[in-house]
């Protein structure tokens, strides 16, 4: 089992820059396909990113944040990271990483086992 805790998340500008940390415990994240979720308050919580499990050389991103974000991965640490530029008011939402134990790329909140707590973005226009 695997313990996911999330930072990183603030007050930005639109057009500004976040990135947010999911360290782990517990199990090595090498033996995960991870992912980055978000929810904003009254909407289901949305599928952003996700890496695969074998090495995290896959990655998949959302249409609403592709060429925006970075999902990225130090083994040293056991940490994920969402790499967050030229962010936008609809940005504003928690964001949850995921760990799932399959193989491929997950992007439905069904596939994924481990949540962390989430952390708050809020960006201001």
């Known amino acids: 089992q695997v313990q996911l805790v999330e930072s990183g998340g603030g007050l930005v500008q639109a057009g500004g820059s976040l990135r947010l940390s999911c360290a782990a415990s517990g199990r090595t994240l090498s033996s995960y396909g991870m992912g980055w979720f978000r929810q904003a308050p009254g909407k289901e919580r949305e599928f952003v990113a996700t890496f695969s499990r074998n090495g995290g050389s896959t990655t998949y991103y959302a249409d609403s944040v592709k060429g925006r974000f970075t999902i990225s991965r130090d083994n040293a640490k056991n940490t994920v990271y969402l790499q967050m530029n030229s962010l936008k008011p609809e940005d504003t939402a928690v964001y949850y990483c995921?760990?799932?134990?399959?193989?491929?790329?997950?992007?439905?909140?069904?596939?994924?086992?481990?949540w962390g707590q989430g952390t708050q973005v809020t960006v201001s226009s």
């Open positions: 995921a760990a799932r134990g399959g193989y491929g790329l997950g992007t439905t909140t069904e596939e994924y086992h481990y």
